[in-house]
């Protein structure tokens, strides 16, 4: 079965960082698009950055442009974002979803979500 | 960067009863580029539709998506428990990346 399970977040100052990952397991994880997407409390989903599967193509939400990295690591089956200068509109349950084979465009599988909270 | 707006904000219905979704772009959306999600309270989101039309493996028939360069449509034929939720259309653009709407509420009458 696929699986997503991320990890890392918590609460952290304003100005501060915060490094997610997201331990894929279930199916060849280098063959597949990876994204990462937000939600924060009560509120919609907000697409936050994306990485190809050879980490050849990276792209993010304006909103986090300059601030989040997003990286990957095949040979670990692991996705990463990389969180600097973290706000308080960051705070949010972030979650790793893979893009689907078909189209790349869509989320087929998403992990069950980690908390980061951005508070002083 | 294009805008996805979905209408009604909430749907009161019954169960067994159908449902109908409204998604619309602020400009035209490549049908291969548009899903619907569906997200249960404290759950992550799960894919329904890809490709606007195309359910997702293990999606019941119930569900079926519609439409094309602007107007999309999610329609629920008969709603079951775990259809009440909140749903998402979402697409993807070379140049925009990828957009959420901001999701229509489907809750019990």
């Known amino acids: 079965d696929v699986q997503l399970v991320e990890s890392g977040g918590g609460l952290v100052q304003p100005g501060g960082s915060l490094r997610l990952s997201c331990a894929a397991s279930g199916f060849t994880f280098r063959s597949y698009r990876m994204n990462w997407v937000r939600q924060a409390p009560g509120k919609g989903l907000e697409w936050v950055s994306y990485i190809s599967s050879g980490s050849s193509n990276i792209y993010y939400a304006d909103s986090v442009k300059g601030r989040f990295t997003i990286s990957r690591d095949n040979a670990k089956n692991s996705l990463y974002l990389q969180m600097n200068s973290l706000r308080a509109e960051d705070t949010a349950v972030y979650y790793c979803?893979?893009?689907?084979?078909?189209?790349?465009?869509?989320?087929?599988?998403w992990g069950q979500g980690t908390l980061v909270t951005v508070s002083s | 960067e294009i805008v996805l707006t979905q209408s009604p904000g909430t749907l009161s219905l019954s169960p067994g009863e159908r449902a109908t979704l409204s998604c619309r772009a602020s400009q035209s959306v490549s049908s291969s580029s548009l899903a619907w999600y569906r997200q249960n309270p404290g759950q992550a989101p799960r894919l329904l539709i890809y490709g606007a039309s195309s359910r997702a493996t293990g999606i019941p028939d119930r569900f079926s998506g519609s439409g094309s360069g602007t107007d999309f449509t999610l329609t629920i034929s008969r709603l079951e428990p775990e259809d009440f939720a909140v749903y998402y259309c979402q697409q993807y653009g070379s140049s925009t990346g990828f957009t959420f709407g901001p999701g229509t509420k489907v809750d019990i009458k």
């Open positions: 979803a893979r893009g689907d084979s078909v189209t790349g465009a869509a989320f087929d599988y």
